[in-house]
């Protein structure tokens, strides 16, 4: 039987707005002196929560991982168009925010559940001939994008204070949120883009039980082989 280390397995990090999923790879790699690290799902910089990042042998369940369906929280800006459909981007469009409540919006909301093809937004890290996207986008060009087939399982606002909405969603891997909160904008006619977002489940992990990673990178070793899944729990789950 093949053995594990006390390092291969996952770690469940708990991402600053800033860092790039890959900055936190690349801190937990220099900080420990791991050779394989590797994250599962890609979170944007301003988007914080839950990364799951596997060490070690436990770089080989990513695809597995990286599958599951997820869990966000956030909140949307009515009112504003962007290029890249949140708050990162350079505004395109803004309008006056029409007279709705919270059940309208839901209303609205509702109809996002279940199947979706989904485009992606041009500002975004899709490679079409080996080339992201988002480079594409920074030079001016725009072309046509394959539709993706994703799943809403529930979406839901919780509060709204124009021209804020909070809310949560369910849905599969791959989702753009971003990408749900610019189409509903333009269907409420005033144009909308994300302004917050963070994961707060993946699978079976809950961002609750996940840590800082500021605390990560104190650690010590010993200390980082305590907060360690196995690779062995992490392939039964």
Same mark, same amino acid.
């Given at each position: 039987m093949q053995e594990f280390s006390?390092?291969?397995?996952?770690?469940?990090?708990?991402?600053?707005?800033?860092?790039?999923?890959?900055?936190?790879?690349?801190?937990?790699?220099?900080?420990? *002196?791991?050779?394989?690290?590797?994250?599962?799902?890609?979170?944007?910089?301003?988007? #914080?929560?839950?990364?799951?990042?596997?060490?070690?042998?436990? #770089?080989?369940?990513?695809?597995?991982?990286?599958?599951?369906d997820k869990v966000y929280e956030g909140t949307i800006k009515f009112g504003e168009t962007t290029d890249s459909y949140?708050?990162?981007?350079?505004? #395109?469009?803004?309008?006056?925010?029409?007279?709705?409540?919270?059940? *309208?919006?839901?209303?609205?909301?509702?109809? @996002?559940?279940?199947?979706l093809m989904q485009i992606p937004?041009?500002?975004?890290? !899709?490679?079409?001939k080996g080339v992201p996207l988002y480079k594409m986008a920074r030079k001016g060009i725009e072309i046509e994008r394959e539709p993706r087939l994703v799943h809403i399982y529930n979406f839901r606002f919780t509060g709204y204070e124009q021209?804020?909405?909070? @809310?949560? !969603?369910?849905?599969?891997?791959?989702t753009y949120v971003r990408s749900i909160a610019h189409d509903l904008g333009q269907?409420?006619?005033?144009g909308a883009h994300l302004a917050t977002l963070r994961r707060s489940?993946?699978?079976k992990f809950d961002v609750a039980d996940a840590t800082t990673l500021d605390a990560v990178l104190n650690l010590t070793t010993l200390e980082l082989e305590k907060k360690v899944i196995p690779f062995l729990?992490?392939?039964?789950?």
């Open positions: 006390a390092l291969d397995g996952a770690i469940l990090i708990d991402k600053p707005a800033g860092p790039t999923s890959h900055d936190v790879v690349d801190a937990i790699r220099r900080r420990f *002196q791991i050779k394989k690290v590797g994250h599962c799902g890609t979170l944007d910089p301003n988007a #914080t929560g839950l990364l799951i990042i596997v060490l070690g042998r436990g #770089t080989k369940l990513s695809e597995k991982l990286m599958g599951d949140d708050c990162d981007g350079e505004i #395109t469009a803004s309008l006056p925010v029409p007279p709705v409540t919270l059940d *309208q919006l839901n209303e609205e909301a509702a109809k @996002f559940v279940g199947d937004p041009m500002v975004s890290a !899709i490679k079409i021209p804020l909405g909070a @809310f949560k !969603i369910a849905c599969t891997k791959g269907k409420l006619g005033c489940v993946s699978g729990k992490l392939s039964l789950s």
